[in-house]
């Protein structure tokens, strides 16, 4: 049972549009979601995060939405540039757990053409 | 500078052998995991660990094994029981209630 889910494989965007990649999970108790940037053959990198007594949470070009009744959070990226090409993993924790276990996603590929 | 050190980069193993692969961090980080990627598959949970002699089963645990003797390292033996080992593996580490910090990965091939 696939708890965080992104439903797109793959996406690509010209350069200077806008990037939106979506995740969404089936775990009510999940309350902190985080976005993971990897590029091959390394390992993934933290991008941004968000709580859910949070809707918005934004750092410079990265905007995260998290829509809680809907159990939907995705990832604005505005301007795309071509260095943002990687791939993105969603990825959520119940923090009432105790043991800040991620869950992730399967991952998006993004490709921004110049 | 902190970080979490994953070694070798690339390791080949023949069909039947046992391998290790290393993962050592300097963060102080409390606990460690080991996810493996393969294509389409995202990154599942392998084992973890949250203190010292101690670690769990995650996901996709048979044909591993792991110890946890040193809070620092957290090594990850592929055996030979474990029917299609090649794949991207990646250790991380966190601190309790923040994210993880992931090494570099360890490609492991089999030949």
């Known amino acids: 049972d696939q708890q965080v889910k992104q439903n797109s494989p793959s996406l690509s965007v010209q350069e200077g549009r806008i990037s939106i990649l979506n995740c969404d999970y089936t775990?009510?108790?999940?309350?902190?979601f985080l976005w993971y940037k990897k590029y091959p053959a390394e390992g993934p990198t933290f991008l941004i995060s968000?709580?859910?007594?949070?809707d918005k949470n934004e750092d410079g070009r990265f905007t995260v939405f998290l829509n809680k009744s809907a159990k939907h959070l995705s990832l604005h990226i505005v301007p795309s540039q071509p260095g943002d090409s990687a791939v993105y993993f969603c990825?959520?924790?119940?923090?009432?757990?105790?043991?800040?276990?991620?869950?992730f996603g399967k991952g998006t590929k993004l490709s921004v053409i110049p | 500078d902190g970080g979490i050190t994953q070694s070798p980069k690339y390791l080949f193993r023949k069909e039947g052998q046992n391998v290790t692969l290393s993962c050592e961090q300097n963060?102080?980080?409390?606990?460690m995991y080991w996810y493996r990627q393969d294509p389409g598959q995202g990154l599942r949970l392998i084992y973890y660990?949250?203190?010292?002699?101690?670690?769990q089963k995650g996901d996709i645990a048979e044909g591993y094994s792991v110890s946890r003797e040193k809070k620092e390292s957290f090594p990850l033996t592929v055996t030979s029981a474990q029917k299609n080992p090649t794949a991207f593996y990646l250790c991380?580490?966190?601190?309790?209630?923040?994210?993880?910090?992931f090494g570099s990965g360890t490609r492991l091939t089999v030949v």
């Open positions: 991380a580490s966190s601190r309790t209630g923040y994210g993880y910090t």
């Open positions: 963060l102080n980080h409390d606990a």
């Open positions: 968000i709580s859910s007594i949070k």
């Open positions: 775990n009510s108790m999940f309350d902190y």
């Open positions: 660990s949250q203190i010292v002699n101690d670690f």
């Open positions: 990825a959520a924790t119940d923090s009432g757990a105790g043991s800040y276990q991620l869950t």
